[in-house]
């Protein structure tokens, strides 16, 4: 476990802290000087090919359970078992285990010196695998590789896990020297040749050659048999390139953001995951990786993946070339890397996964395992085609970025201790497009002062129904603060045949409300009245198909989320929210801010009225669009839109600047309207009451 320079230690414990929200779990993170494996209904062993990994594996031998293999050698580590401990017969004799006569004959060769180990071709893994109960890989790799070694016992293949991190990626790179013209490309982790350094740093000099801009940094503890400075001087790299040596994991995260292009190579492999590079894909970056082992199953289109071979240094210099010359196919390209991570890799999934297995193989029940066919591989003449899907795919970014644009993706909240951030949890299938409503269905039931502001908030009505779920004679609907706006069109346009609508006021009062429509249509309601963020909802358990909360929240005092813990309560199973605020994270509002301004969309206090007359409610909070899919999930909901668009009818070409300015330093333009509009669909009990994000 940490503090271990280790990835696998790092990996534990982000599985440990999800695992432990669904098992009884105990966790070893070291020697135990007392384990009575009769106390547990099954063991679990993280398994790498290091030292730090002994006891594990001595563990794991003694008492058998689930081994998790994070590569498929563990050759390494049964060195350091045996020889390490003068202990040469035991190397010997494991050597004879795990590969016969032969395998026998070059160990004496290598007890007398004449040789080294052949780490490579003996992999050492036969002995653990006989004896695990069930085995976990993170890839269909490193399981086809433990069958090849003889093992037929249950296997899972579990994807390795992944952070979706926050971090400040300006701040980092100002203090590293950069501007914005840098394009800079990182590789992380211990640097050593197998990770394809030489290569990578030979390419990198063509890269310098058409890109004077071009700037690199390696970040990890170096090799002490690999001349990496030395190679940098004789490359003539010293001004290009800096080795940045070992740092804590929350430098390491900030220095993955700062990059433009990661660069995660390495050749041989024993079909190790990496965890820096389920980051740099959590935090949206361009990455590059070999074609080999477990990285040759990631899908093509959220990687460039570089053949290892003898043009391996020149398609490494045509993909980085071609990632710096068109920064807008890196974007893609690392927004679909984090979609990704985001809807596979989730540490959730993971745990639930882990969970599901470990109590197949406790109680017996667990399928054979089935080894699936290798991926195809990529080769250097798909340079052009990788090329073409990224455009294609960034032309289809472009499309969907229109005046109500693409689905928001975000993260959950961090572990204890790290700074609450409000980035990514659940990806978000782009929803359908919705069926466009003519304003006049709304607008038949407006007096002439109703008919001037909605000429003012036209975007806003009509888009809201668009969203709205239509209903049927059998389904009801409860709009929020309902103005009596478009509650008509609920029912006459959206086909609900049950119409409620509640407001702000003294709890216990019901108005009845009555309009008539220009054509002579009648629609009558009852609106109740209470505190939403305080008063018990006048309402049965599920008694509503749908609820409408459109421009309320970002007037609530004190505790919004007992505004969406009741509206969950008096939601049916399946059904839908619809919740519309001001964007705090728009165009305009990035533009108040630089200019000096306030960057809230209606900061204003409200001047006293005159006795008797109602008093509008202030802004007390505005949000920003993964606040509200924050908001949504912790509440129990699904999230089916997130997109915002315009709010007033108020064109802004003069905010164009704005945008160039998103653009120059690859900052997300997605999701920057004047209003946010957000559907969710029930699907449970709320999560979380107290989300740290929202309260201190």
């Given at each position: 476990m940490p503090p271990s320079k280790s990835g696998i230690a790092d990996y534990s414990a982000a599985l440990a802290?999800?695992?432990?929200?669904?098992?009884?779990?105990?966790?070893?993170?070291?020697?135990?000087?007392?384990?009575?494996?009769?106390?547990?209904?099954?063991?679990?062993?993280?398994l790498g090919n290091n030292p730090y990994h002994s006891f594990v594996y001595e563990g794991a031998l003694r008492y058998p359970g689930v081994a998790v293999m994070h590569e498929s050698n563990l050759h390494h580590l049964v060195t350091d078992l045996t020889i390490r401990r003068g202990d040469w017969d035991a190397y010997v004799e494991e050597c004879a285990f795990n590969g016969g006569a032969a395998a026998r004959e070059f160990a004496l060769r290598v007890r007398n010196l004449e040789i080294g180990p052949d780490y490579d071709g003996l992999p050492m893994t036969r002995r653990i695998l006989q004896s695990s109960r069930g085995l976990v890989a993170h890839s269909q790799f490193v399981a086809r590789?433990?069958?090849g070694q003889?093992?037929?016992?249950?296997?899972?293949?579990?994807?390795?896990g992944a952070w979706i991190p926050a971090a400040d990626r300006h701040a980092t790179r100002h203090l590293l020297g950069l501007e914005d013209q840098h394009t800079l490309v990182g590789v992380f982790g211990f640097i050593k040749p197998y990770k394809r350094i030489a290569e990578s740093l030979r390419a990198f000099r063509r890269l310098v050659r058409v890109e004077p801009n071009a700037r690199m940094i390696l970040v990890g503890e170096p090799h002490p048999e690999f001349p990496v400075e030395q190679l940098i001087r004789t490359l003539g790299l010293r001004d290009h390139v800096r080795i940045l040596g070992f740092v804590p994991i929350e430098k390491f995260v900030e220095y993955i953001a700062a990059c433009d292009i990661i660069l995660n190579l390495r050749f041989p492999t024993v079909g190790e995951t990496s965890g820096s590079l389920t980051r740099a894909m959590g935090l949206g970056r361009a990455v590059m990786v070999s074609d080999v082992g477990s990285f040759s199953e990631l899908p093509d289109d959220i990687c460039l993946k570089v053949p290892v071979g003898i043009h391996e240094e020149d398609l490494i210099f045509e993909y980085l070339n071609t990632l710096v010359m068109r920064p807008d196919l890196a974007l893609a390209m690392g927004a679909r890397a984090k979609a990704w991570v985001e809807t596979e890799c989730r540490w959730d999934v993971v745990a639930d996964k882990y969970a599901d297995f470990l109590e197949q193989v406790a109680t017996g029940r667990v399928a054979s395992f089935v080894p699936v066919a290798a991926s195809v591989v990529t080769t250097a003449a798909q340079v052009a085609e990788a090329v073409a899907d990224f455009e294609e795919a960034t032309a289809e970014a472009t499309t969907a970025e229109a005046t109500m644009d693409a689905p928001l993706l975000v993260e959950d909240e961090p572990p204890a201790g790290e700074e609450a951030d409000v980035t990514e949890p659940e990806p978000v299938a782009a929803a359908a497009a919705p069926e466009p409503i003519d304003p006049i269905v709304f607008e038949t039931w407006l007096s002439p002062e109703g008919k001037s502001y909605a000429a003012h908030h036209k975007s806003r009505f009509v888009h809201t129904l668009e969203i709205t779920p239509?209903?049927?004679?059998?389904?009801?609907?409860?709009?929020m603060g309902a103005y009596m706006q478009i509650t008509p069109a609920l029912h006459h346009e959206l086909g609900y045949g049950y119409v409620r609508g509640c407001y702000y006021g003294p709890e216990g009062r019901i108005d009845h409300k009555s309009l008539v429509a220009e054509t002579g249509e009648t629609f009558e309601c009852d609106v109740d009245h209470?505190?939403?963020?305080?008063?018990?909802?006048?309402y049965a358990d599920e008694a509503f198909d749908t609820v409408m909360c459109c421009e309320l929240i970002e007037h609530l005092?004190?505790?919004?989320?007992?505004?969406?813990?009741?509206?969950?309560r008096i939601l049916k199973p399946g059904g839908h929210l619809v919740l519309t605020t001001p964007n705090a994270g728009s165009l305009r509002a990035v533009s108040a801010i630089l200019l000096g301004y306030h960057p809230a969309f209606f900061p204003a206090y409200i001047r006293p009225r005159k006795e008797g007359e109602e008093a509008e409610a202030r802004h007390n909070r505005?949000?920003?669009?993964m606040?509200?899919?924050?908001?949504?999930?912790?509440?129990?909901f699904e999230l089916v839109r997130l997109e915002t668009g315009e709010f007033l009818e108020e064109p802004h070409p003069e905010l164009g600047w704005v945008t160039h300015l998103l653009h120059r330093y690859k900052l997300s333009h997605n999701l920057r309207g004047d209003g946010i509009y957000a559907v969710g669909r029930k699907a449970g009990p709320i999560k979380n009451r107290w989300p740290s994000w929202l309260y201190s």
């Amino acid at each position: 476990m940490p503090p271990s320079k280790s990835g696998i230690a790092d990996y534990s414990a982000a599985l440990a802290d999800e695992l432990s929200k669904r098992v009884d779990l105990t966790v070893f993170g070291s020697e135990p000087k007392s384990f009575e494996a009769s106390a547990f209904d099954i063991s679990l062993y993280q398994l790498g090919n290091n030292p730090y990994h002994s006891f594990v594996y001595e563990g794991a031998l003694r008492y058998p359970g689930v081994a998790v293999m994070h590569e498929s050698n563990l050759h390494h580590l049964v060195t350091d078992l045996t020889i390490r401990r003068g202990d040469w017969d035991a190397y010997v004799e494991e050597c004879a285990f795990n590969g016969g006569a032969a395998a026998r004959e070059f160990a004496l060769r290598v007890r007398n010196l004449e040789i080294g180990p052949d780490y490579d071709g003996l992999p050492m893994t036969r002995r653990i695998l006989q004896s695990s109960r069930g085995l976990v890989a993170h890839s269909q790799f490193v399981a086809r590789e433990s069958q090849g070694q003889g093992y037929e016992g249950p296997v899972a293949v579990i994807p390795h896990g992944a952070w979706i991190p926050a971090a400040d990626r300006h701040a980092t790179r100002h203090l590293l020297g950069l501007e914005d013209q840098h394009t800079l490309v990182g590789v992380f982790g211990f640097i050593k040749p197998y990770k394809r350094i030489a290569e990578s740093l030979r390419a990198f000099r063509r890269l310098v050659r058409v890109e004077p801009n071009a700037r690199m940094i390696l970040v990890g503890e170096p090799h002490p048999e690999f001349p990496v400075e030395q190679l940098i001087r004789t490359l003539g790299l010293r001004d290009h390139v800096r080795i940045l040596g070992f740092v804590p994991i929350e430098k390491f995260v900030e220095y993955i953001a700062a990059c433009d292009i990661i660069l995660n190579l390495r050749f041989p492999t024993v079909g190790e995951t990496s965890g820096s590079l389920t980051r740099a894909m959590g935090l949206g970056r361009a990455v590059m990786v070999s074609d080999v082992g477990s990285f040759s199953e990631l899908p093509d289109d959220i990687c460039l993946k570089v053949p290892v071979g003898i043009h391996e240094e020149d398609l490494i210099f045509e993909y980085l070339n071609t990632l710096v010359m068109r920064p807008d196919l890196a974007l893609a390209m690392g927004a679909r890397a984090k979609a990704w991570v985001e809807t596979e890799c989730r540490w959730d999934v993971v745990a639930d996964k882990y969970a599901d297995f470990l109590e197949q193989v406790a109680t017996g029940r667990v399928a054979s395992f089935v080894p699936v066919a290798a991926s195809v591989v990529t080769t250097a003449a798909q340079v052009a085609e990788a090329v073409a899907d990224f455009e294609e795919a960034t032309a289809e970014a472009t499309t969907a970025e229109a005046t109500m644009d693409a689905p928001l993706l975000v993260e959950d909240e961090p572990p204890a201790g790290e700074e609450a951030d409000v980035t990514e949890p659940e990806p978000v299938a782009a929803a359908a497009a919705p069926e466009p409503i003519d304003p006049i269905v709304f607008e038949t039931w407006l007096s002439p002062e109703g008919k001037s502001y909605a000429a003012h908030h036209k975007s806003r009505f009509v888009h809201t129904l668009e969203i709205t779920p239509p209903g049927d004679a059998s389904q009801s609907i409860l709009e929020m603060g309902a103005y009596m706006q478009i509650t008509p069109a609920l029912h006459h346009e959206l086909g609900y045949g049950y119409v409620r609508g509640c407001y702000y006021g003294p709890e216990g009062r019901i108005d009845h409300k009555s309009l008539v429509a220009e054509t002579g249509e009648t629609f009558e309601c009852d609106v109740d009245h209470f505190d939403a963020e305080k008063h018990v909802y006048p309402y049965a358990d599920e008694a509503f198909d749908t609820v409408m909360c459109c421009e309320l929240i970002e007037h609530l005092f004190e505790d919004p989320m007992f505004m969406m813990s009741e509206i969950n309560r008096i939601l049916k199973p399946g059904g839908h929210l619809v919740l519309t605020t001001p964007n705090a994270g728009s165009l305009r509002a990035v533009s108040a801010i630089l200019l000096g301004y306030h960057p809230a969309f209606f900061p204003a206090y409200i001047r006293p009225r005159k006795e008797g007359e109602e008093a509008e409610a202030r802004h007390n909070r505005e949000y920003v669009p993964m606040e509200v899919q924050h908001l949504l999930t912790d509440s129990g909901f699904e999230l089916v839109r997130l997109e915002t668009g315009e709010f007033l009818e108020e064109p802004h070409p003069e905010l164009g600047w704005v945008t160039h300015l998103l653009h120059r330093y690859k900052l997300s333009h997605n999701l920057r309207g004047d209003g946010i509009y957000a559907v969710g669909r029930k699907a449970g009990p709320i999560k979380n009451r107290w989300p740290s994000w929202l309260y201190s």
